[in-house]
């Protein structure tokens, strides 16, 4: 089965830090781009950041950036979201997603086509 497992979120406090980690099975992760998504209660699915198969293209969501690092190691087929300086929008349900493609400009969902189950990131006081 192709599979991905999302995990590492948890609660904590905003300026906290969470490194979010993303476990493929089935395939090899190495052959896809991953994107990674959230989503908080009632708002629509975000795309936060994106890596290309290789590890060296990588795309941050501004809203994010500077704070969210992505990064790869397709020999443990897992990839990460190094997450800091956390604030209370950040908090949400966080996916991983495999696709066959990256993008410089987009991280949509429709360019990928397999999902995690997501992990709940919530940050709070």
């Known amino acids: 089965q192709l599979q991905l497992v999302e995990s590492g979120g948890g609660l904590v406090q905003p300026g906290g830090s969470l490194r979010l980690a993303c476990v493929a099975s089935?395939?090899?992760?190495?052959?896809?781009?991953i994107g990674w998504f959230r989503q908080a209660p009632g708002k629509e699915r975000e795309g936060i950041s994106s890596?290309?198969?290789?590890?060296?293209?990588?795309n941050v969501a501004g809203s994010v950036k500077g704070r969210f690092t992505i990064s790869r190691d397709n020999a443990k087929n897992t990839v990460y979201l190094q997450m800091n300086s956390l604030k209370p929008e950040d908090s949400g349900v966080y996916y991983c997603?495999?696709?066959?493609?990256?993008?410089?400009?987009?991280?949509?969902?429709?360019?990928?086509?397999?999902w995690g189950q997501g992990t709940q990131v919530t940050v709070s006081s």
């Open positions: 890596i290309g198969y290789r590890g060296v293209q990588v």
């Open positions: 089935g395939f090899s992760l190495g052959d896809y781009a």
């Open positions: 997603a495999a696709g066959p493609y990256y993008s410089d400009f987009d991280i949509k969902e429709a360019m990928y086509d397999y």
